[in-house]
């Protein structure tokens, strides 16, 4: 499929084209004149700076010419929960300048809705029809001929990136650009000839700063950014667009095309991908016109820089799957080279206060799916996370100088793991989150590492996948290979006749998602039994777990942070087994592409029930409990070190509280079993009724523990019932699980009212407490996990 025909010709209206000229003729200072002294970078548009009042100025020679403007944040804020990262891309916009009077206007084109025709009267219609979006308004200063000079600095320094909005929605504070405080940035103001590149210091001024903002700033009245745009030509003709399917792996670039047939979709979908054509067609074997080239950020720290290098690499071997030769290539980014420079695909290193997500973004244009620049931002700390899971379950630390190799060997390949899932993330691949359940079968799946029980040992030998997967080799294949459409359609068969599953974020990253192969962290092709797998790597990690979990020298309250993994190591599997409650099996499928589509099928009862039990197993009082030894080991935190993120969040003061840690992991299980929309479904299957009479013969009316175990037991009570209510009193619930539910919390209320401890007592009391009122308001709310992803 061709380029769309939109934007290739713009049509301008009569009263557009008038004031284009009539302002040309009218002003009488020239450019030559008015730039008289001033610094000159000649390029895609030229750029004149007058020193003297820090001004920037933008030679308009392209009127009525659409164009690519993005807007990036090459220096950030600093913080993960803020999400304002260093090399943060903005939207792609596809857009043009245009003359009214002494002003030049940037207005955004609306690229959703078009009309692929080669009638310009159609495709004029369209541009009548719905709005565009005007995003600067630029004086005109000089002007020489069909050429205006534009005062830019205003725009450079404007909140483009929405900053002010994202502080404020995330309560971090009032601000706004405080111009005098910001500045135009040379070092990285550069233009080139297919694309000009402009930066500036920009500081946002406020008040009522959020702890976030405090946490990373040296003054939180005053935050000090960089904001960069780029002014894109768009792409060269030759790129050939390829439509869309559910199940190539692809991410969708989505248009209404008004100039389709009214019996066929008028909803168009393109695969996102880099241009990649052989030098020679014929061959089997070929370099490509143009490799795909990434460029690796200098300031990454050896060993991490090498495996950084080598997880991003194995994307070659797809690509020499399909017969390229060297078509892609990893470099270290050259020291002039700027990072935000739309020709250079990058792969940046990226520091947070705390650690956080990686992410892979695009430069895409709008109109056709080409992928013109793919940016990757990995978090630093990341790596530290996989060393601390490593020590924790494994307790390394013997000796005055241990023997770490193969924890940190874990971390490093959990690098190269990472490098390659961002870097295909901007290849245009979505996530596969069905690859670890499917044999470990895709990059693109967030894994979890693999540990095994060796002597009765815990062992890290084989912690994660070296390489792609095969369903990796098969979205390359599918995206960038020379296929037809009928070789494409065959594609697709037979990658699904070789069992390789595929479930979406849509399908899997929902609490409540109705997929029973989509899962994140996960492993194993059956969910119950990784889950009780897990459960004895964790009870021999617990058993162990001591002073040998940390080095030398560190405080003994810090065993808090390396217990936290080790404790809650069964948390994504969890989830993984609570989406057979309910679950199915279905793919996405193509009517005609197969004969007998396996369409859509409910996990069946027994497999339900045996996920049921795996999940009440992790609310046992023995699950939960602590050992006593371990217990006495954890003091408060020692002067200089405070509680954090990373730490447990108690009810006893500075003390470490384990009824609270049980409490958390508690209701994280619980949670997923009494998710609304999966009591709706069990509701629809008619097992809801056996599922709520077995949470509760398993939580609230359990027989009475004895010691430690009891005090557990009572608080897995007060979760339970606090997440009965919330589910409750949810309006996702439908009326019939709704009825359902209301029945068996009279019963448990009956029930209540006749049990003489306090505990039991205090329950009856928040029950009635409802039915008088018709109000659930609980004075207990069960405390948060500390944060599990990412790994």
């Given at each position: 499929m061709l380029a769309p025909a939109l934007y290739t010709t713009t049509s301008v209206d009569a009263a557009s084209v008038k004031n284009s000229s009539t302002v040309s003729a009218k002003n009488t200072v020239s450019i030559q004149s008015f730039t008289q002294g001033m610094q000159h970078q000649s390029g895609y548009f030229d750029v004149y700076y007058d020193a003297n009042n820090d001004k920037l100025y933008l030679q308009v020679d392209k009127?009525?010419?659409?164009?690519?403007?993005?807007?990036?944040?090459?220096?950030?804020?600093?913080?993960?929960?803020?999400?304002?990262?260093?090399?943060?891309?903005?939207?792609t916009r596809l857009v043009q300048f245009e003359q009214f009077g002494n002003k030049v206007l940037l207005k955004q084109l609306n690229t959703y809705y078009r009309a692929d025709t080669d009638n310009p009267a159609e495709r004029l219609s369209i541009d009548e029809a719905f709005a565009s979006s005007v995003i600067a308004g630029l004086p005109v200063v000089a002007s020489t001929k069909s050429t205006v000079l534009v005062d830019y600095t205003d725009f450079l320094k404007s909140d483009i990136h929405q900053i002010s909005a994202s502080l404020a929605r995330q309560k971090q504070g009032n601000y706004k650009v405080d111009s005098n405080r910001s500045g135009v940035y040379l070092p990285r103001t550069k233009a080139f000839v297919r694309n000009t590149e402009l930066e500036a210091l920009v500081t946002y001024s406020g008040d009522n700063a959020g702890n976030f903002i405090r946490q990373v700033t040296p003054s939180s009245n005053a935050i000090s950014v960089h904001l960069h745009h780029s002014l894109i030509a768009l792409p060269e003709e030759g790129y050939q667009s390829q439509p869309f399917h559910p199940y190539s792996g692809y991410w969708k670039v989505e248009y209404m095309d008004y100039g389709t047939a009214f019996d066929a979709p008028i909803i168009k979908r393109l695969l996102p991908k880099h241009r990649l054509q052989k030098k020679d067609p014929t061959a089997t074997i070929s370099e490509a016109v143009e490799p795909i080239v990434y460029y690796l950020d200098p300031g990454v720290p050896e060993p991490v820089r090498t495996a950084l290098i080598?997880?991003?690499?194995?994307?070659?071997?797809?690509?020499?799957?399909?017969?390229?030769?060297?078509?892609?290539?990893?470099?270290?980014?050259?020291?002039?080279?700027?990072?935000?420079?739309?020709?250079?695909?990058?792969?940046?290193?990226?520091?947070?206060?705390?650690?956080?997500?990686?992410?892979?973004a695009s430069v895409t244009d709008p109109r056709t799916g080409e992928i013109i620049k793919g940016h990757v931002t990995l978090g630093s700390l990341r790596v530290r996370q996989d060393f601390l899971i490593a020590t924790g379950l494994t307790a390394p630390y013997t000796s005055d100088n241990p023997d770490v190799s193969k924890q940190k060997a874990m971390a490093l390949a959990r690098i190269r793991q990472l490098s390659a899932h961002e870097v295909g993330h901007t290849l245009g691949i979505i996530h596969n989150f069905a690859g670890s359940a499917n044999g470990l079968s895709t990059v693109?799946?967030?894994?979890?590492?693999?540990?095994?029980?060796?002597?009765?040992?815990?062992?890290?030998?084989?912690?994660?996948?070296?390489?792609?997967?095969?369903?990796?080799?098969?979205?390359?294949?599918?995206?960038?290979?020379?296929?037809?459409?009928?070789?494409?359609?065959?594609?697709?068969?037979?990658?699904?006749?070789?069992?390789?599953?595929?479930?979406?974020?849509?399908?899997?990253?929902?609490?409540?998602?109705?997929?029973?192969?989509?899962h994140l962290w996960d492993n194993g092709s059956d969910p119950v039994a990784e889950l009780n797998r897990l459960g004895e790597v964790r009870k021999i990690a617990l058993a162990n777990f001591g002073l040998n979990n940390i080095a030398n020298g560190q405080p003994l309250s810090s065993l808090e942070e390396a217990l936290v993994p080790v404790y809650l190591l069964h948390r994504y599997q969890v989830e993984a087994v609570s989406k057979l409650l309910g679950g199915a099996f279905y793919e996405y499928e193509l009517k005609g592409e197969h004969s007998s589509p396996?369409?859509?099928?409910?996990?069946?009862?027994?497999?339900?029930?045996?996920?049921?039990?795996?999940?009440?197993?992790?609310?046992?009082?023995?699950?939960?409990?602590?050992?006593?030894?371990?217990?006495?080991?954890?003091?408060?935190?020692?002067?200089?070190?405070?509680?954090?993120?990373?730490?447990?969040?108690?009810?006893?003061g500075l003390a470490f509280d384990p009824l609270s840690a049980a409490e958390a992991s508690a209701n994280l299980t619980l949670q997923l079993i009494l998710q609304p929309q999966r009591l709706n479904r069990l509701s629809g299957q008619q097992q809801l009724n056996g599922v709520l009479d077995t949470v509760l013969a398993n939580t609230i009316k359990q027989k009475a523990a004895k010691g430690n175990h009891l005090l557990i037991q009572q608080r897995v009570a007060h979760v339970t019932f606090y997440q009965l209510m919330q589910s409750l009193t949810n309006t996702e619930l439908a009326p019939e699980a709704k009825a359902q539910l209301q029945s068996k919390l009279t019963e448990l209320g009956r029930w209540l009212g006749k049990q003489k401890d306090a505990n039991h007592q205090q329950l009856h009391s928040q029950w009635q407490g409802y039915l008088e009122t018709g109000l659930w308001q609980s004075s207990f709310k069960p405390k948060a996990l500390p944060p599990g992803s990412p790994i």
């Open positions: 009127l009525s010419q659409p164009f690519i403007f993005l807007s990036s944040l090459p220096r950030g804020i600093g913080s993960n929960d803020i999400g304002l990262d260093r090399g943060q891309l903005g939207a080598e997880g991003a690499m194995w994307w070659n071997s797809a690509f020499e799957n399909i017969g390229y030769k060297n078509a892609f290539q990893v470099k270290v980014l050259p020291e002039d080279a700027d990072p935000m420079d739309v020709r250079y695909n990058v792969i940046q290193w990226v520091h947070r206060a705390t650690r956080g997500w990686s992410y892979g693109m799946d967030y894994p979890h590492p693999q540990f095994d029980i060796t002597d009765g040992k815990i062992t890290v030998n084989n912690p994660y996948r070296e390489g792609l997967g095969e369903w990796d080799n098969y979205a390359i294949a599918f995206g960038y290979g020379d296929y037809s459409a009928s070789q494409l359609t065959q594609l697709v068969q037979d990658a699904k006749q070789q069992g390789l599953e595929y479930m979406a974020d849509q399908d899997a990253r929902p609490q409540g998602g109705v997929s029973a192969i989509g396996k369409g859509f099928r409910w996990v069946n009862s027994k497999q339900q029930q045996q996920a049921l039990q795996a999940l009440l197993s992790t609310l046992e009082p023995e699950y939960l409990a602590l050992p006593d030894s371990l217990l006495a080991l954890i003091p408060p935190k020692a002067y200089g070190d405070s509680i954090g993120r990373e730490s447990f969040q108690g009810r006893y």
